[in-house]
């Protein structure tokens, strides 16, 4: 499954990419042009992978052998979010699909971040900024950040 829009790519499977609602990835999209009209334009792409997928790219890009719930690739006009629903959902014990897509959706909007060229300290407080912002129109709940 696909879901173009004009900042923000998803791709992956099906019950993968319908765990945030389409209406949330269009705000998502709102956030990024908002980044690229401060810093820099780009696009940036999210795909759903396997624990296995993930893994290969770990082990190929950064020589580690783990899975991670999220890697990011940065390039000059675009950058790419490879992220793992199983392993988040393995990594802190989640079988409720609302408290998923909520840490999902947590995931991909600190890793929105990591895919802009800015310091460590504006990625920080650019994401606690944006989630404190979205926070109710994305229905996220804040309580463990």
Same mark, same amino acid.
């Given at each position: ?15 993968? @990419? ?30 759903? @992978? ?96």
């Amino acid at each position: 499954m696909t879901i173009e829009l004009k900042y923000l790519n998803i791709l992956g499977y099906k019950e993968d @990419v319908c765990i945030i609602e389409e209406k949330k990835y269009e705000i998502i999209n709102d956030i990024i042009k908002g980044i690229c009209d401060k810093y820099e334009s780009k696009i940036i792409n999210i795909i759903y @992978v396997s624990a296995k997928q993930i893994q290969v790219l770990n082990k190929k890009y950064r020589k580690q052998t783990y899975k991670p719930t999220v890697l990011t690739f940065q390039y000059s006009d675009f950058a790419e979010i490879y992220i793992c629903i199983e392993v988040i959902a393995q990594e802190i014990g989640l079988n409720n699909n609302k408290d998923l897509s909520n840490e999902v959706m947590l995931y991909i909007l600190y890793s929105i971040t990591n895919c802009f060229d800015i310091t460590k300290e504006i990625k920080e407080k650019l994401y606690f900024d944006i989630v404190d912002e979205y926070k109710d129109i994305l229905d996220i709940n804040t309580t463990n950040l």
